[in-house]
């Protein structure tokens, strides 16, 4: 029997990131994300391996798409460690309650309606509850992992995270078993951002296990995004409109923070003008970054205590205030999620603003098939939002500069350092866009990469 790894999510797609590492002694999971967008029908299907045999899990980073079916894993029976940055767990912790409060607000809507029709025994429970991510958190053992320090996960795996760049607490993660090393790249950081330092430099590899969100194409540059970002703003304001910016609350809302209080700070930003930060979960994960402040960027560090705070900004807290935000006829930035308009305060916004040509919507980050995001990028004249049909007369603005994923030469750049690379297979990406990357692989590199299947078995 030989080593092998297995992708029980991630494969073709670019959610669900669930990596099998069985070396024939043991087996480990390197992430156990939840699947978005046209994939989410997965998540309700059973794991085709048997949870009680994971020995450990290693975490990347805390993104949904990379934790969340932690707790699912745990109701089928894992019971072993969980290895991460601490970023990362005070990350998980905030968006794995989220998602189960989210799930168990959808569930009593949908319930209800269901009675109405006699038919309430049809309506799929939640995945699992605030509890079950509550009792997760208490009973598993949590092991905290410092960057650059070799750990030993068992008696034949030892792995060492080093910083990726991409969120908060973010790794790649070199895995060295039985004189072999695999490496898992996590999702590799766009070195040309406001927040975060570059993703460190790896050492070799026997097998890569690469992302290729972006590995179709070349991000602009921060600071022609930034210029972008910036003119949108302005125009809108200045013209009497509004802005909606659908924000992931990791990592995106806090860049977009950073650079209007930049605005603010260059005398740029309207007097007049409003900035509401309508996400419960991105105002947490603020928090995080403020208590994690010295491993920002030194443009961040600065400002210590308040790297992302200004006057015109304010923090909305409940339902009702973010509903107060709809009569505001003009000067308002409104940053909310679901960062994909696939759920959440954002859809409310949406609702009220979209149909108005004063107004724009910004997009700052990836919109993935299936979404109402996607929708909307790829030219909708009409969407539909809590069953009503919205016709689309806002300016469309998409700005990929501030993306959190490294572009194709950045990736290709990080593989040509390392000393000897053996073995590349692409995972974390939409098929057509691996086409394009496995392409570049060998015309730049002169290197094969292959695209790996959902649960193929990878020998090691």
């Not at 402040?293 to 973010?322: A, G, I, T, W």
């Not at 959440?344 to 609702?351: D, F, N, V």
Request: glycine share 6%; hydrophobic share 35%; charged share 30%.
């Amino acid at each position: 029997m030989k080593p092998y790894e297995q992708s029980h999510g991630a494969a073709k797609v670019v959610t669900g990131s669930a990596h099998l590492l069985d070396t024939t002694k043991n087996k480990i999971l390197i992430d156990c994300g939840m699947f978005q967008g046209i994939d989410e029908y997965r998540n309700y299907e059973p794991f085709s391996f048997d949870a009680r045999e994971i020995k450990a899990i290693v975490l990347t980073h805390g993104h949904l798409d990379h934790v969340g079916r932690l707790p699912l894993l745990y109701k089928y029976g894992f019971r072993g460690k969980i290895y991460a940055h601490p970023a990362t767990f005070d990350i998980a912790k905030v968006v794995l309650l989220d998602s189960a409060k989210l799930q168990e607000e959808e569930y009593k809507t949908r319930y209800k309606k269901a009675q109405r029709r006699g038919k309430e025994k049809f309506v799929r429970k939640p995945l699992y509850t605030v509890d079950d991510v509550k009792n997760m958190f208490k009973n598993l053992k949590k092991i905290k992992v410092k960057y650059n320090v070799p750990i030993k996960i068992t008696e034949d795996i030892i792995a060492t995270f080093k910083d990726a760049g991409h969120i908060l607490g973010s790794s790649f993660i070199e895995i060295d078993f039985d004189s072999k090393r695999v490496v898992f790249s996590g999702d590799l950081g766009n070195k040309d951002n406001n927040i975060l330092p570059s993703p460190q430099k790896p050492t070799y590899a026997d097998a890569l296990f690469i992302e290729s969100t972006y590995g179709d194409r070349f991000h602009k540059s921060f600071e022609e995004s930034k210029i972008e970002f910036k003119k949108a703003i302005l125009d809108t304001i200045l013209s009497g409109g509004n802005v909606i910016i659908p924000t992931f609350a990791i990592e995106r809302a806090q860049q977009i923070l950073c650079v209007l209080k930049e605005m603010n700070d260059e005398g740029l930003l309207p007097k007049n003008t409003k900035v509401f930060l309508d996400s419960p979960m991105a105002d947490k994960i603020t928090k995080i970054y403020k208590k994690w402040h010295k491993m920002l960027r030194k443009n961040c560090k600065k400002y210590k205590e308040h790297p992302f705070e200004f006057p015109q900004l304010h923090l909305v807290k409940d339902v009702e205030d973010s509903k107060k935000i709809n009569k505001i006829e003009k000067g308002a930035i409104i940053i909310a999620g679901s960062g994909m308009c696939n759920g959440g305060r954002i859809l409310h916004h949406l609702k009220h603003r979209l149909w108005n040509r004063k107004n724009a919507i910004i997009f700052v980050g990836y919109q993935a098939k299936g979404t109402l995001g996607r929708e909307i990028i790829d030219g909708a004249k009409f969407v539909k939002i809590y069953h009503e049909e919205i016709i689309v007369r806002a300016k469309i603005y998409t700005i990929n500069g501030f993306s959190a994923h490294a572009d194709q030469r950045e990736l290709i750049e990080w593989m040509s350092e390392f000393e000897k690379l053996d073995r590349i297979f692409l995972i974390h990406g939409e098929y057509e866009k691996q086409l394009i990357f496995k392409d570049a692989i060998h015309k730049k590199m002169n290197k094969n990469a292959h695209i790996v299947e959902f649960r193929e078995k990878i020998y090691l």
